[in-house]
Every structure is written in structure tokens, then in C-alpha cells.
């Protein structure tokens, strides 16, 4: 899991399935909106594409939680 302390994350699934948030399976046409803070993780459960748009831009914004 991760997450970020001052960016927002869109996730658009284009092809495919994962899962995220540990439970919720998201498939193509699906949008994944991440607030700051808010922990998640990404699994690909078939070949999946997806666009990932991030804002503002923040750099070494990315914090990675142990289990």
C-alpha cells in the first residue's frame, strides 16, 4: 500500500480488472479517485491498461506503508 500527502490520484482503467483498495474489483470505463492521505494499493487481476493522472504535481510525494 501507499499513498500520498498532498496529491490527489485519478486511476481510469482503459482495458482489464484489478483490484484495489484490497477489496473493490474495477474493470474498463471505471474511475478510482484517491484523496490525499488516503492508503491504497493496485493489483492487476488480468492485463490491464490504465491512465494514472496525479495533482498537483508533487515531488517525492509517494509513501509507502509496511504491512
Not at 52 to 61: E, L
Amino acid at each position: 500500500k501507499h499513498f500520498h500527502k498532498i496529491a490527489k490520484e485519478l486511476t481510469l482503467i482503459i482495458s482489464g480488472k484489478a483490484i484495489v483498495f484490497d477489496n473493490i474489483v474495477v474493470s474498463s470505463g471505471d474511475i478510482v479517485e484517491i484523496e490525499p492521505g488516503e492508503a491504497t494499493a493496485f493489483e492487476a487481476i488480468e492485463d490491464c491498461t490504465n491512465l494514472v493522472v496525479k495533482y498537483p504535481g508533487a515531488t517525492n510525494d509517494k509513501y509507502i506503508m509496511e504491512n
